[in-house]
């Protein structure tokens, strides 16, 4: 790039004063504002800091456990707490201090990084849903976190935590707005505390009495009885009831407890509603979530009956969504939940309003031959799959019953696997891909069968996906 000297008469700046030359390998601080035309950089809210050392609190009592404070007394406890905790909090200073995101074009753009300095672009043409999460801490202090879902991703992209309530709305507004998904906010409105947004039609609202018998009604629950017993029996064999070993067992239990526990505050005030071609759902308790689904992106419908759900009639409805973060660890991140209980007739109305023309009590459904009692002697009545006019259905489970239904459009690729002991016994698997990984199975069929299903499933997913394409 050359640099004039700058002419009055050829409209060219004027020479800005000379700037003293830094000596060769000398630091030189990079400016926080971004180039000519691009709007500034944001920060995060200042109080983000502060939650970020919260929550690393629990994460450190969790880690030094009940034998580190049996070993050095509650006073240095609390001391390697408060020099554990201190030193995150400073770290969550500076990490704020050095974080920022901006707009430039159709990308969002995000500066973090302490040591390592890095930019991330997100190209929002891209972005399949942008969520505002409260997790407790954030509700108490006013603040939302902000999470970006981009088609393809292998986990949630660029989660903006923390913002303030209106500010992460008007900046969901602008995204979603970029990326052609919703009308962009007049200038009178950017920056001001937005509309909310329209409730759509309700389908259902789960009461949470039926969630707290639901997860009553679970193994974990349901065996927590004779577990208590063995462990007051065990103390009361040996004399011992000491603060450590009581301690101990308690965080053990609440352990075997959690995953009821969690799924009952997160499913906590469920309530599904339909908004044209999306879904919304609304749920939580500790951390309450607006979850958005684009109906064209749903892959697969999940149905499942529990064992002990079955004495009421309840089911539980899956969904698994195309750009969505499979590979969140976090499973409460996916935005899967469809249904967490309901009787027969509440499952039938959601599945039809997200597959039409599907109905549960009437799907086909086809055994495997006798011969792949070999291979599944005590399973292979309740395996099964079929073809309905709009869906492959693969159904599976002894104890658990289940019923994945797959929307022909939405099948990627068609394959038929074979083991050592399928094929002795001329058997085979009819697997259906789908883009969210998971798919549907048709397991055990007769060789032929299986073929055949494989060709038909073939031809109806191009055939739905050229229906698609016209309409």
């Known amino acids: 790039m050359t640099v004039s ?16 030359v830094p000596p060769p390998g000398a630091w030189v601080p990079a400016p926080w504002g971004p180039p000519v035309g691009e709007e500034p950089r944001q920060r995060l809210h200042p109080l983000s800091p502060a939650l970020h050392g ?3 609190l629990v994460v450190v009592i969790a880690g030094l456990s009940w034998s580190t404070l049996s070993r050095v007394g509650f006073g240095w406890f609390a001391a390697l707490v408060a020099v554990f905790v201190l030193g995150a909090t400073v770290l969550s200073v500076v990490s704020w201090w050095n974080t920022g ?3 430039v074009g159709r990308e969002l753009r995000v500066h973090e990084g302490l040591l390592w300095r890095r930019t991330r672009a997100i190209p929002l043409e891209r972005l399949q849903a942008v969520e505002v999460v409260r997790p407790l801490l954030a509700q108490l ?6 999470r970006l879902e981009v088609v393809g991703g292998g986990k949630t992209e660029a989660p903006l935590a923390y913002l303030g309530v209106a500010e992460a709305a008007a900046l969901r507004q602008r995204l979603l707005s970029v990326a052609g998904r919703a009308p962009a906010p007049t200038p009178a409105t950017v920056g001001a505390s937005p509309a909310p947004a329209p409730a759509g039609r309700r389908l259902h609202a789960v009461r949470n009495q039926d969630l707290l018998v639901s997860q009553l009604l679970t193994p974990q629950a349901f065996l927590l009885p004779f577990g208590l017993a063995f462990v007051v029996g065990q103390f009361l064999s040996e004399g011992s009831w000491s603060f450590i070993a009581v301690a101990s067992t308690l965080t053990a239990m609440a352990g075997v407890l959690l995953q009821p526990i969690r799924r009952v505050l997160d499913d906590w005030g469920f309530r599904l509603d339909a ?14 979530r607006v979850q958005t689904v684009p109906l064209h992106r749903v892959q697969t419908v999940g149905v499942t009956w529990p064992l002990l759900w079955r004495v009421k009639g309840w089911l539980r409805l899956r969904l698994e969504v195309a750009g969505y973060s499979a590979g969140e660890p976090d499973d409460r991140n996916r935005p899967d939940r469809l249904l967490p209980v309901g009787d027969a007739g509440t499952g039938e109305r959601v599945v039809a309003e997200v597959l039409p023309g599907v109905r549960l009590d009437a799907l086909p ?22 073809l309905d006019e709009r869906v492959f259905v693969a159904r599976s489970g002894l104890l658990t019953r289940s019923v994945t ?18 094929r002795r016994l001329r058997l085979a698997t009819v697997h259906a891909d789908t883009a969210g990984g998971a798919g549907a199975a048709a397991v055990d069929r007769d060789l032929a069968d299986a073929w055949e299903l494989a060709a038909e499933l073939t031809a109806r997913a191009q055939a739905a996906r050229r229906s698609d394409r016209s309409a």
Do not use: C, F, M
């Not at 919304?280 to 308790?285: E, I």
């Not at 929307?407 to 068609?414: C, E, G």
């Open 275 to 288: 908004d044209g071609d999306l879904l919304r759902v609304h749920n939580g308790l500790l951390e309450t």
């Open 101 to 103: 995101y901006h707009v």
């Open 54 to 56: 919260a929550k690393s």
């Open 365 to 386: 459904d086809t055994p495997p031959p006798r011969r792949a009692r070999w291979l599944r002697p005590l399973s292979r009545a309740v395996v099964g799959a079929g």
């Open 141 to 146: 202090t006013g603040l939302a976190e902000l």
């Open 405 to 422: 239904l797959v929307p022909y459009a939405r099948i990627q690729s068609v394959r038929v696997t074979q083991g050592p002991a399928q």
């Open 5 to 20: 000297d700058g002419d009055p008469g050829s409209g060219a700046p004027p020479p800005r004063a000379e700037q003293p």
